[in-house]
């Protein structure tokens, strides 16, 4: 698995040329001063697009009042998150090219309804052994590995690994889609016995708000599955390299479980 985040949102370089110096100091996320915008629009007289030129300095300039770390603004949003009112995160959005995912953890991805995802096609790219792909790739959990065995019921004396078993099932569901390629099937149809490891690619896109539901219920501290679960994780440390005031809000996700 590879995941790499690729965009985000930011501010319009329109809107941030009429903002006075002292609004947003330099040091200021913009993901941040967008999140302040839409929750400062909840309760302030201030029209949205005077947020930031009018309260930007108080709120990024000024040290947290409730004794926890950070400035204003990080206060402001552990205030909104513990109260709930998560929908003003929704206007953060993060682009994930996502590479090397098997298709049952893509069953399990899709149950998130509020992320959108563009999927390498199993119908338009062909996965003979012939074709441009060199046949599918696959996902081997670790639970699948050489010091498993299992037995032949006929032959006693008969013992394969685990991962032997996994990989020559692979081999036969490859050949099987070779064959069917040969005679003519079509690969929309063919790809009917490629299996749930097969792996696939994806663009994946979705707001702060449902990211963090996600990690919620699929972070590596639950009961989710263990690839689902990598992915999770992989998305945090993603946001984390760009937006490293969203730690605390992940990290109460994964302590709350």
């Not at 204003?72 to 552990?78: G, P, S």
């Not at 399990?108 to 062909?126: A, I, N, P």
């Not at 699948?144 to 078993?165: C, L, M, Q, V």
Request: one cysteine or more; charged letters at 25%; proline letters at 4%.
């Amino acid at each position: 698995m590879n995941v790499k985040l690729i965009a985000h949102t930011t501010l319009a370089d329109v809107y941030v040329l009429e903002l006075p110096p002292q609004a947003v100091p330099a040091s200021t996320n913009e993901r941040a001063a967008v999140a302040l915008t839409a929750i400062r629009t909840c309760y302030s007289p201030n029209a949205p697009a005077e947020i930031l030129p009018l309260e930007g300095a108080k709120y990024f300039g000024q040290s947290a009042s409730d004794g926890e770390a950070g400035t204003e603004a990080d206060r402001l949003f552990r205030h909104i998150t513990r109260s709930g009112h998560t929908s003003t995160l929704e206007h953060i959005t993060y682009t994930f090219a996502i590479e090397g995912v098997s298709r049952s953890l893509l069953a399990q991805l899709t149950r998130h309804r509020q992320f959108s995802f563009s999927v390498q096609s199993q119908r338009y790219v062909k996965f003979g052994s012939s074709d441009k792909s060199g046949g599918f790739d696959y996902v081997i959990p670790e639970s699948i590995s050489d010091d498993k065995f299992t037995e032949r019921g006929d032959n006693p004396y008969y013992r394969k690994t685990a991962a032997g078993t996994f990989i020559e099932a692979m081999e036969t569901l490859q050949k099987a889609y070779d064959a069917l390629r040969a005679c003519g099937v079509p690969a929309e149809d063919a790809r009917y016995v490629l299996p749930n490891a097969a792996a696939c690619n994806l663009v994946m896109t979705a707001n702060l708000r449902a990211i963090l539901e996600f990690y919620g219920k699929r972070n590596a501290s639950t009961h989710a599955q263990w690839e689902i679960a990598d992915l999770a994780e992989a998305v945090r440390s993603e946001i984390e390299k760009v937006d490293a005031w969203v730690d605390p809000y992940f990290s109460e996700r994964s302590a709350s479980v």
